[in-house]
T-cell receptor, first 114, second 115 residues
Framework: KAGVTQTPRYLIKTRGQQVTLSCSPI?????VSWYQQTPGQGLQFLFE???????NKGNFPGRFSGRQFSNSRSEMNVSTLELGDSALYLC?????????????FGPGTRLTVT | DQQVKQNSPSLSVQEGRISILNCDYT??????FLWYKKYPAEGPTFLIS?????DKNEDGRFTVFLNKSAKHLSLHIVPSQPGDSAVYFC??????????????FGKGTSLLVTP
């Protein structure tokens, strides 16, 4: 079974621009979560989608948004990029059987804002 | 505020010995706890989990212990191997699937296993 895939793997953007990141979950998984990893803050929860609905949201500004499609693929968007948005963005999927609390992560998208 | 804390940023252990990684949490609503392992340039990999109804869960060389009254859990790796060198994250979640899944992570402990 293929794992979680994320595209692109690396991205360089300029302050003020917007960016869209994509995530394809493990086949059969219906829940997709997004996390931001930075050296100072560690892994922080952004939001979770299940059946195309945002079910949970972390403490991030409204510039961070996401959506999920009917095939469970998910995208997250960051508008008006700031230097502090430079981070590794990780997508995780769950809900394929067994304990749904076990989330399976993709390799991440490394975003650099200059 | 950090609800899951890993107070040791790094740990060095000799090959063959036991590695003990610690984690504390503050939210009494957390009922499910997980450990993840992360290599550079890769996403975290699920290692082992435990629910609050248990105090121990074992999987091969990995054992997680939970002390709910102390709000403390630990991961034991026995025997430690050089390939175990990675960053280990502790994570916790309330056991309520209706509100969605949101793992709260610690900041990680970097484990180095030396030959």
């Amino acid at each position: 079974k293929a794992g979680v895939t994320q595209t692109p793997r690396y991205l360089i953007k300029t302050r003020g621009q917007q960016v869209t990141l994509s995530c394809s979950p493990i086949s059969g998984h219906r829940s997709v979560s997004w996390y931001q990893q930075t050296p100072g803050q560690g892994l922080q929860f952004l939001f979770e989608y299940f059946s195309e609905t945002q079910r949970n949201k972390g403490n991030f500004p409204g510039r961070f948004s996401g959506r999920q499609f009917s095939n469970s693929r998910s995208e997250m968007n960051v508008s008006t990029l700031e230097l502090g948005d430079s981070a590794l963005y990780l997508c995780a999927s769950s809900g394929g059987g067994g304990s749904s609390y076990e989330q399976y992560f993709g390799p991440g998208t490394r975003l650099t804002v200059t | 505020d950090q609800q899951v804390k890993q107070n040791s940023p790094s740990l060095s252990v000799q090959e063959g010995r036991i590695s003990i990684l610690n984690c504390d949490y503050t939210n009494s609503m957390f009922d499910y706890f997980l450990w993840y392992k992360k290599y550079p340039a890769e996403g975290p990999t699920f290692l082992i989990s435990i629910s609050s109804i248990k105090d121990k869960n074992e999987d091969g060389r990995f054992t997680v212990f939970l002390n709910k009254s102390a709000k403390h859990l630990s991961l034991h790796i026995v025997p430690s191997q050089p390939g175990d060198s990675a960053v280990y994250f502790c994570a916790a979640s309330p056991l309520n699937s209706n509100s969605g899944y949101a793992l709260n992570f610690g900041k990680g402990t970097s484990l180095l296993v030396t030959p």
